[in-house]
């Protein structure tokens, strides 16, 4: 009788409710005797439910893979947006820990515990419910929901959602893991950032490891276990979700040294001619409109054709470092992909690939080691040391691409990583598998997608279900909406322009709802005023339209007052950008070609006008 109940469970779960209405309806004893050997002949019918895996990079750019117009070969992610559905119009948010606490709660930062990133909580915020710093109690997650549901769950890559047995992946719902628990750190062994944690944390099926394995390199390691865990349970006829959480392309950017010479001098050109570039693929692609503007460059940086061919090079090869890191981590995905299809399981998978937040133009490292005179500064300056060009890449170095790059990264977005402009927050997508039933290769530019609708999504295509209460309490609600009708082609968006969304990490914040969207930033990179874009018009964010507009103004801030009073948001009484402006020189807009002094080139009379002078 069990494994009768059990075979049903297992084939009639693909559809939210269809056991419990049938329990109801017949009768545990009812069900057995007069639906047996139905029920045996349909587990054999029923279509299995798919497998999932998520792709994330860890600050990965919208503009970052060549299906979305990067120059950077991704030929393997690639295949995934050829044979399945891009998106151009998907959320994140501005940082790594509160993005990944939405995709595995599906709840607000302010409740599910990161309100702020453990790293920069403030004073007024700590020991408040929702600013632990860590995914907290008070959600439950997907991956728990899903291992319930009949699921394997495996997890490798980074995880930065909390440190303490109660918190880690075998914790949180994950039966196999491979992770480390840090924002950061080597990808070759367990060195750490600071004098006070010189040592990065892992586990591995919920045990603390003492030392990495042999041969150890990030990308591949966590490709190697993946791989493992799966085949470990071939056969069993139980679907897998696989969250591939790759710390690739954050920094440091460590790289075996046959990756880091494959775009050699390729950025020599500058920052400013890759976007351009990028932006003309973009249009012709179809990803972004053919009269989209690039993003104002950062006023603080250099036009690239003023700078010597010495300050070319070296500033390029941060870039060819960074290029090689995406292609590395391509080329795993791809190992993950040949791997599917090899044992079978491919055309049943489905795959979500996206990166975390906006691509990370502050440097981190500069942040980590603070003043000379400080243990950090100590730390840094020996366990960090490797910092000579030809060394980047090796372990013990420690290079990032900058502000300059990361613009390029965010190709055709203003801003970057930790903001609240499109480019902070707005990040590419691809879905593939047997959910989509769009044209293959299509791209949605119409649908506003947000990072917590992949939560109900998944729980939809597993039969399910969101429960009512977590640990006695009544659960905080899902804001995400499902894809699923998107994804078959039934709609375009899963939100109308009735619905909102809304972002606050370090003070940054925003609302969009429709075309609408209301942004405020700090000095020197904000007016610390409301500023007003349609972003269907201007997606570069150029155009402040508040002024204009105060009564779509005094719409927004009432949705973002809402979101305020529901979800508790405490504001930092400090912040990251403390004395930017002072740091950072005076603001004037950009103009191309401005000062002309700059661009002058040495005057060239005619030949037949040019004479030795008389004697």
Request: charged residues 25%; negative net charge; aromatic residues 10%.
């Amino acid at each position: 009788m069990e494994n009768v109940l059990q075979g049903l469970k297992s084939t009639i779960v693909w559809k939210p409710g269809n056991l419990s209405r049938l329990v109801s309806m017949l009768g545990i004893a009812g069900m057995v005797a007069s639906l047996a050997a139905p029920a045996i002949a349909s587990a054999a019918d029923a279509p299995r439910r798919p497998n999932i895996v998520i792709i994330l990079g860890d600050d990965m750019g919208f503009a970052d893979m060549g299906s979305f117009g990067g120059e950077i070969r991704t030929p393997n992610m690639d295949s995934l947006a050829k044979e399945g559905v891009r998106f151009t119009q998907f959320y994140t948010h501005a940082s790594c820990s509160p993005t990944r606490s939405m995709l595995l709660s599906g709840t607000a930062t302010h409740i599910n515990g990161l309100g702020s990133m453990d790293e920069w909580t403030a004073p007024n915020q700590m020991d408040k419910p929702g600013y632990e710093g860590h995914l907290n109690h008070r959600v439950t997650t997907l991956p728990q929901l899903l291992k319930d549901s009949g699921y394997h769950t495996y997890m490798v890559g980074k995880w930065h959602l909390g440190k303490a047995p109660d918190l880690i992946p075998a914790a949180r719902g994950f039966e196999r893991d491979f992770s480390l628990l840090d924002g950061g750190g080597s990808y070759w062994d367990m060195w750490s950032f600071t004098a006070d944690t010189p040592k990065s944390t892992y586990t591995e099926d919920g045990k603390y490891l003492t030392r990495l394995p042999e041969d150890y390199y990030a990308t591949k390691t966590y490709t190697d276990k993946l791989i493992n865990f799966i085949d470990a349970n071939r056969g069993d006829g139980k679907p897998f979700f696989a969250y591939v959480a790759h710390q690739a392309p954050h920094d440091p950017y460590h790289l075996p040294r046959d990756w880091r010479n494959r775009h050699d001098r390729e950025y020599d050109k500058g920052w400013d001619a890759v976007r351009n570039e990028r932006l003309n693929r973009q249009k012709e692609m179809g990803i972004m409109p053919p009269d989209t503007e690039l993003s104002e460059r950062m006023w603080f940086l250099p036009d690239p054709i003023v700078l010597a061919p010495a300050a070319q090079y070296v500033l390029g090869k941060k870039m060819e470092l960074y290029a090689g890191m995406v292609e590395n981590m391509d080329h795993h995905v791809g190992r993950l992909i040949d791997h599917l299809k090899k044992i079978g399981e491919y055309d049943n998978t489905i795959f979500i690939v996206f990166g975390d937040n906006g691509a990370e133009g502050t440097d981190l490292f500069a942040m980590i080691a603070g003043t000379p005179g400080t243990k950090n500064f100590l730390w840094a300056s020996v366990m960090w040391s490797q910092n000579h060009p030809n060394a980047w890449g090796d372990p013990h170095s420690y290079v990032g691409y900058g502000p300059m790059w990361a613009q390029v990264s965010m190709t055709p977005f203003s801003q970057y990583k930790g903001l609240a402009a499109e480019g902070g927050i707005r990040n590419a997508l691809i879905v593939s598998g047997p959910i989509v039933q769009r044209p293959r290769g299509s791209i949605n530019t119409a649908g506003y997608l947000h990072v917590a609708d992949i939560m109900p999504t998944l729980l939809e295509v597993a039969g399910a279900h969101y429960p009512a209460t977590i640990n006695g309490e009544k659960a905080p609600p899902l804001i995400g909406k499902s894809w699923a009708d998107v994804l078959a082609g039934k709609q375009d968006s899963p939100r109308s322009d009735r619905d909102y969304m809304a972002w606050e990490v370090f003070g940054n914040r925003a609302v969009r709802q429709g075309d609408w969207k209301l942004r405020w930033e700090y000095k020197p990179y904000g007016t610390e005023e409301w500023e007003l874009f349609n972003l269907a018009e201007d997606v570069a964010e150029r155009h402040d339209l508040a002024a204009k507009h105060p009564d779509k103004v005094k719409e927004l801030l009432a949705h973002w007052d809402e979101y305020v009073r529901e979800y508790d948001v405490i504001l930092p009484n400090r912040v990251l950008w403390e004395g930017m402006t002072k740091k950072l020189p005076d603001r004037y807009p950009v103009e191309a070609g401005y000062p002309p002094l700059l661009y002058k080139r040495q005057f060239v009379p005619p030949k037949e006008m040019m004479a030795d002078p008389k004697p």
